[in-house]
């Protein structure tokens, strides 16, 4: 029996307001990740003894240009994927509402899918190589990641199953019952944790200088920590994927998981140039 029920914050979903514009904290997170994540990899771009000679995939400016590029594949690649991977049924029937992207209800899968293909785009348009831009963008996704998941919290979606543990939390649109905050959960493994893996791997294991390692692990510990958060999170109501204990959001994850794999065994199976 759940000893403690600790309400949920009262916090604005609107940032601020410019007359009648209003800024939500939704979209600054987006905005702040992405800001933080060009840094860091600029920062990356920028020490060049992380990577294989000494020489960076391609020059810290070029780096303007890939956070135009994924910030649009995230985006539209993050709507279309919560319409097609996650309530088809909903927006079939309010096509208006696909539109509507400040209310939430982005798909981390469908970000995925369409920034790995912009990635390769970018690569082949500017002649870099694949492997290491992958590389680049996954050592900075956690502060995306993080701050995404943090934005679902405020939102007050996504939250987690009833609890009967010794904490719970109360959602204002949960039902009067306490929940796991599991947003919560993933802003930590999904972002801090794998901020840490990562570090590790570039700074002190010389994770860069073997293209796709570090997107391998990246793929890898996401796939994980997202599988282990789905046991404590709330399932969409309906979806073919929902079998038994198991929720299209580990049944989505499994690909990735096998492809990080793979990346990981061909980057140590390479040596460096």
């Not at 905005?31 to 933080?36: D, K, S």
């Not at 209310?103 to 690569?123: D, P, R």
């Not at 492997?131 to 939102?155: E, K, V, W």
Request: net charge neutral; aromatic share 14%.
């Amino acid at each position: 029996m759940t000893v403690f029920a600790i309400p949920f914050p009262e916090i604005d979903p609107v940032a601020f307001s410019l007359g009648p514009v209003s800024v939500k904290w939704y979209g600054l997170s987006y905005m702040a990740g992405l800001l933080l994540g060009w840094q860091y990899a600029r920062s990356l771009l920028g020490n060049h003894r992380l990577w294989d000679n000494n020489q960076p995939p391609m020059d810290m400016d070029r780096a303007d240009d890939l956070l135009v590029y994924l910030a649009l594949a995230i985006i539209v690649g993050g709507r279309l994927g919560q319409v097609l991977l996650y309530d088809p049924g909903f927006y079939l029937a309010n096509p208006a509402e696909i539109f509507k992207v400040w209310k939430g209800g982005m798909s981390f899968h469908g970000a995925l899918i369409a920034t790995g293909l912009m990635l390769i785009y970018f690569a082949r348009k500017f002649q870099v190589p694949a492997l290491s831009i992958m590389d680049l963008s996954a050592a900075a996704a956690p502060f995306g990641l993080f701050l995404g998941r943090i934005a679902n919290f405020i939102n007050s979606e996504h939250w987690g199953r009833t609890t009967d543990a010794a904490v719970g939390m109360v959602f204002p649109n949960g039902g009067p019952l306490p929940r796991h905050p599991s947003q919560l959960y993933e802003a930590v493994l999904e972002g801090l944790v794998m901020f840490v893996i990562l570090r590790i791997l570039t700074h002190s294991f010389g994770g860069l200088k073997r293209p796709g390692l570090i997107a391998g692990a990246w793929l890898v510990w996401y796939a994980i920590a997202r599988s282990i958060c789905e046991f404590f999170r709330e399932p969409e109501t309906v979806h073919a994927l929902n079998l038994g204990p198991f929720t299209a959001g580990q049944f989505y994850s499994l690909p990735m998981f096998l492809l990080g794999v793979y990346f990981i065994y061909r980057a140590r199976s390479t040596p460096p140039a």
